[in-house]
């Protein structure tokens, strides 16, 4: 009965060690290798944090309405309509444009501010002198079947 409890005890023992290095280990990588810059871990975060499954078969995905996660360095807000983009007022200021696209259009890896859509509002009342709202529907990982 004594080596059974001793070959019990050591394999507690060995199993315990085993889950503490891993343990070490999980916090070493969180702590040194995700600094937010690694393309396969914020693109994983994104999928997990700010995208869901889409009723719709052909989509396959769709953002989480009103979702937030920090992703390549940068602040990543959604709407409750789904898009990255300040919410969608009921009736236009002026002009109105709906950028449909995939991670570009989204403006993975850089600001809001920075998007193409913000950019392309910013110029074209810049251009026109008149209001002009330039919606972001771009979602990571689509195609053109998607938009």
Known sequence: MTSYRSAVASWCLAIGSVFFAFLIFEGA???IVDDGMHYHLEMWKYATALKEISEDPEIGHQHVPDSHARLMGVDVKINADGLRDDPVVASPRGLRILM???SVTFGWGIPQS???AARVERALEERLRRPVDVINAGVGNYNTAME
Do not use: A, P, V, W
């Open 29 to 31: 990588c969180r702590l």
């Open 100 to 102: 449909l696209g995939d």
């Open 114 to 116: 920075e998007t193409m």
